[in-house]
């Protein structure tokens, strides 16, 4: 075998720390790992992940999970009505000593933060986490302080219980990579999780695989991923079809179209490809899109399943580009 085909099959293996992250999560995670998998994509390509479902189904734990796999900094918070900006961000403090006001950081400080239930909390306190999610730097009292890479927040919210919520904005939405369901288990992922449960393997401690060097070593890598240009057209066209849906009152955005080409290029990575194929931005983005895309003549909440059933028709109907995909 030549250097050009051990370098190709070496590809088609996969990525061998992904791979190693993703079982050390399977070991306590029954039966989600397609989620878990778009998790790490978002962790690689830089990204924020809301899961959203009913209570009870393993949201939590798959962030708790994730972060214990890691050698990075956690921090969790559970979002509340009567929470501040300052609780999460920060807040400078005057020192009678100095006669000077020092700032004491809040817990999005971190590497990764767990937002629990983020919408039982104000639009105000909302809001606080747009900038960092953004920019990856907190403003307060007129100083920038930036948060150390890699950083990501998981949010969590349940769609059932409306008493006592606030919605989360359009703003706050875009600024998620993934909005992601995990879904009841079948009765066979049951069972395994019964006897874990038996065996205590669930409050087994998880021993980290995966360091902050290796997360930024493989966002460079991301980066580096190529998609090419008739893969970008196809990209492109996915997103006009949703601008030109009656159905729908909002389509895909710039920012939306680079998220979806920066997950595409995780994706790629993990799955051992130094490019990307059609099949990869058909994969992703449904879980890129539906929260960005607004149903006409209804509310968001209510209309995801529709969205979801445009996405997929559009995905459909989109000519996907035949030919060689590798550079």
Not at 16 to 27: A, C, F, K, S, T
Not at 136 to 147: A, C, I, K, L, S
Not at 300 to 309: A, D, F, P, S, W
Request: contains cysteine.
């Amino acid at each position: 075998m030549d250097a050009t085909s051990q370098a190709a099959a070496a590809f088609d293996a996969g990525h061998p720390r992904v791979e190693q992250l993703l079982d050390n999560i399977d070991r306590i995670i029954v039966g989600k790992r397609s989620v878990a998998e778009r998790l790490v994509c978002a962790l690689i390509a830089g990204g924020h992940v809301l899961l959203e479902d009913v209570p009870g189904v393993g949201k939590t734990l798959l962030a708790k999970t994730l972060a214990q796999s890691l050698s990075l900094g956690f921090s969790r918070v559970q979002f509340t009505p009567d929470l501040l900006p300052s609780d999460v961000l920060g807040v400078s403090v005057f020192d009678p000593g100095t006669r000077q006001f020092s700032f004491r950081p809040g817990p999005v400080f971190t590497n990764l933060l767990l937002a629990d239930e983020i919408n039982r909390t104000s639009p105000r306190t909302q809001s606080a986490l747009l900038e960092v999610m953004e920019e990856e730097q907190v403003t307060v009292d007129g100083h920038t302080y930036p948060v150390e890479a890699p950083f990501m927040v998981v949010a969590t919210e349940n769609p059932i219980e409306y008493a006592g919520t606030f919605p989360l904005p359009e703003a706050q939405l875009d600024r998620f990579l993934f909005r992601l369901h995990m879904g009841y288990p079948t009765p066979h992922e049951e069972v395994q999780l019964l006897q874990r449960v038996q065996q205590e393997v669930m409050s087994t401690a998880v021993q980290p695989v995966m360091s902050q060097a290796d997360i930024l070593q493989l966002r460079r890598a991301a980066a580096g991923v190529r998609a090419q240009d008739h893969v970008l057209r196809y990209l492109a066209q996915v997103a006009e079809h949703t601008r030109d849906q009656s159905r729908l009152y909002l389509g895909a955005s710039p920012r939306a179209l680079v998220a979806l080409l920066r997950a595409a290029q995780a994706w790629a990575l993990m799955h051992g490809r130094p490019y990307v194929i059609p099949d990869d931005i058909r994969l992703l983005a449904p879980d890129v899109l539906v929260h960005r895309l607004i149903p006409r003549g209804g509310v968001r909440r209510e209309g995801h399943t529709v969205v979801r059933e445009i996405v997929d028709d559009i995905l459909s109907k989109v000519p996907v580009p035949a030919g060689e995909s590798r550079p």
